[in-house]
C-alpha cells in the first residue's frame, strides 16, 4: 500500500499536535527538533517504502512470473535497476503525502474526540471504547482523503511495476497521469475508486481500533490502569507497549484486508487495453493460484503495516527525548 506510511503514521503527528499545542512544547529545543525530526522522519520513510515496491510487484505477479516470493522480487529489481528501482514512484508519493495527511489529520483530530464523547456514557470497557473511538475516527478520516489518496495510489502503482511481467513503461509521474487521462479520462485516474474505499477504510478502521484496544489490553497486563496513578511507565516500557499494539493492528489488519488491497491493486495498473472488472480479477487469481492468490504480498504489507506505525512512533518519542532542554 503505496501510502500507508501516510495513514499509518498520524497517531504519531496526532501526538505531535497535542505536544506543540501544549506547555510541554516549551521544553524542546524547537530548531533541533524541526531539523533533526525532518531527518528522523524521512530516513524511517526511505527504509521503509522499498516494502511497498515489493507488495506491489508481487500482487499483479502472473502464473508465469519468474518471482515468487518477496526475495526474488528484491533480487530481480536489484539485478535490472539497482537501488532505484526500490523506490519507483516515491517522488509521487511524496508530492501528495502533503494535502492527504493534512485532510486526514484533521478529520481523524476531530471524529476521535467526538466519537470518545459519543461513547463515554456507555457501560463499555476502556480497550471497548478506545477500539469504537479509534476505528470509527480511522475509517471515517480515511474516507475522506480518498479524494487526493486514489489518484497518487494509481499513478505511483504504475511506476512501481513499469516493465514488469509486461506492464507500460513510462517516463515519470506526469507521463502516467498524461497517458491516463488520454486513454480513459479523468475517471481514470480514479480506476478502483470502490475497492480503495472498500480496502483503506476498513483497513485504517482494524488497524486503529487493534492498535488503541491491544495497547489498553497490554497496559493492564502489565499492571497499570488508564489514568497511570503512582509510578508512570519507564520509556523503555512504553516503547514496548507501542511496539507490540503496532505488530498486533498490522498483523490484523492486513490479514483481513489483504484480498481486497491485491484486487484493488491489479485494476489501478492494468493498462486501457486489458481493462477487467472486480469480477474478473478474482476469477483469474483463483484460477491461477487458488484462494492464496488473494492473499499475494501479505507479507510485505504486513511488514510494511506494523512497520510503518510502530516506527514513526518510537520515532518521535525518541526525538523528544532527544530534543528536551536541560533543566
Same mark, same amino acid.
Given at each position: 500500500m503505496p501510502l500507508f506510511s501516510l495513514f499509518a503514521s498520524i497517531e504519531t503527528w496526532l501526538y505531535i499536535h497535542h505536544v506543540l499545542t501544549s506547555t510541554r512544547f516549551c521544553r524542546l529545543d524547537k530548531t533541533k527538533f524541526y531539523v533533526v525530526g525532518a531527518g528522523l522522519f524521512t530516513g524511517v520513510t526511505v527504509a521503509l517504502y522499498p516494502m511497498s515496491v515489493v507488495k506491489t510487484r508481487l500482487q499483479v505477479a502472473t502464473k508465469d512470473t519468474v518471482e515468487k516470493n518477496a526475495f526474488s522480487v528484491i533480487r530481480g529489481i536489484l539485478k535490472t535497476d539497482g537501488i532505484p528501482g526500490l523506490y519507483r514512484g516515491f517522488g509521487t508519493v511524496i508530492t501528495g503525502a502533503i494535502p492527504t495527511r493534512i485532510i486526514f489529520l484533521t478529520l481523524l483530530e476531530t471524529t476521535k474526540a467526538t466519537a470518545f464523547k459519543i461513547v463515554e456514557p456507555f457501560s463499555l470497557s476502556e480497550p471497548t471504547k478506545a477500539a469504537i473511538a479509534n476505528g470509527t475516527a480511522g475509517m471515517i478520516s480515511s474516507l475522506c482523503a480518498q479524494a487526493v489518496f486514489v489518484p497518487i495510489d494509481v499513478v505511483s502503482q504504475k511506476l512501481m511495476v513499469q516493465g514488469y511481467s509486461g506492464h507500460t513503461k513510462y517516463d515519470g509521474g506526469l507521463d502516467v497521469a498524461r497517458k491516463v487521462i488520454k486513454s480513459d479520462g479523468i475517471r481514470g485516474l480514479y480506476r478502483g475508486f470502490g475497492l480503495s474505499v472498500m480496502t483503506y477504510s476498513p483497513s485504517s478502521a482494524v488497524? %486503529?481500533?487493534s492498535y488503541g484496544s491491544?495497547?489498553?489490553?497490554?497496559?493492564?497486563l502489565l499492571g497499570h490502569g488508564s489514568d497511570f496513578e503512582g509510578t508512570p511507565p519507564s520509556n523503555m516500557k512504553i516503547m514496548f507497549v507501542q511496539a507490540t499494539g503496532g505488530i498486533i493492528a498490522g498483523a490484523t489488519a492486513s490479514c483481513i484486508t489483504t484480498p481486497l488491497d491485491t484486487i484493488k491493486t491489479r485494476l489501478q495498473v492494468m493498462g486501457h487495453e486489458r481493462k477487467s472488472s472486480a469480477k474478473q480479477v478474482v476469477k483469474i487469481?483463483?484460477?491461477?493460484?487458488? %484462494?492464496?492468490?488473494l492473499y499475494k504480498g501479505l507479507g510485505p504489507r504486513f511488514v510494511s503495516m506494523s512497520a510503518w506505525g510502530t516506527s514513526m512512533i518510537l520515532a518521535y518519542e525518541y526525538l523528544k527525548r532527544l530534543c528536551a532542554k536541560d533543566e
Amino acid at each position: 500500500m503505496p501510502l500507508f506510511s501516510l495513514f499509518a503514521s498520524i497517531e504519531t503527528w496526532l501526538y505531535i499536535h497535542h505536544v506543540l499545542t501544549s506547555t510541554r512544547f516549551c521544553r524542546l529545543d524547537k530548531t533541533k527538533f524541526y531539523v533533526v525530526g525532518a531527518g528522523l522522519f524521512t530516513g524511517v520513510t526511505v527504509a521503509l517504502y522499498p516494502m511497498s515496491v515489493v507488495k506491489t510487484r508481487l500482487q499483479v505477479a502472473t502464473k508465469d512470473t519468474v518471482e515468487k516470493n518477496a526475495f526474488s522480487v528484491i533480487r530481480g529489481i536489484l539485478k535490472t535497476d539497482g537501488i532505484p528501482g526500490l523506490y519507483r514512484g516515491f517522488g509521487t508519493v511524496i508530492t501528495g503525502a502533503i494535502p492527504t495527511r493534512i485532510i486526514f489529520l484533521t478529520l481523524l483530530e476531530t471524529t476521535k474526540a467526538t466519537a470518545f464523547k459519543i461513547v463515554e456514557p456507555f457501560s463499555l470497557s476502556e480497550p471497548t471504547k478506545a477500539a469504537i473511538a479509534n476505528g470509527t475516527a480511522g475509517m471515517i478520516s480515511s474516507l475522506c482523503a480518498q479524494a487526493v489518496f486514489v489518484p497518487i495510489d494509481v499513478v505511483s502503482q504504475k511506476l512501481m511495476v513499469q516493465g514488469y511481467s509486461g506492464h507500460t513503461k513510462y517516463d515519470g509521474g506526469l507521463d502516467v497521469a498524461r497517458k491516463v487521462i488520454k486513454s480513459d479520462g479523468i475517471r481514470g485516474l480514479y480506476r478502483g475508486f470502490g475497492l480503495s474505499v472498500m480496502t483503506y477504510s476498513p483497513s485504517s478502521a482494524v488497524w %486503529w481500533a487493534s492498535y488503541g484496544s491491544s495497547q489498553r489490553v497490554i497496559w493492564k497486563l502489565l499492571g497499570h490502569g488508564s489514568d497511570f496513578e503512582g509510578t508512570p511507565p519507564s520509556n523503555m516500557k512504553i516503547m514496548f507497549v507501542q511496539a507490540t499494539g503496532g505488530i498486533i493492528a498490522g498483523a490484523t489488519a492486513s490479514c483481513i484486508t489483504t484480498p481486497l488491497d491485491t484486487i484493488k491493486t491489479r485494476l489501478q495498473v492494468m493498462g486501457h487495453e486489458r481493462k477487467s472488472s472486480a469480477k474478473q480479477v478474482v476469477k483469474i487469481l483463483i484460477k491461477d493460484d487458488g %484462494w492464496t492468490g488473494l492473499y499475494k504480498g501479505l507479507g510485505p504489507r504486513f511488514v510494511s503495516m506494523s512497520a510503518w506505525g510502530t516506527s514513526m512512533i518510537l520515532a518521535y518519542e525518541y526525538l523528544k527525548r532527544l530534543c528536551a532542554k536541560d533543566e
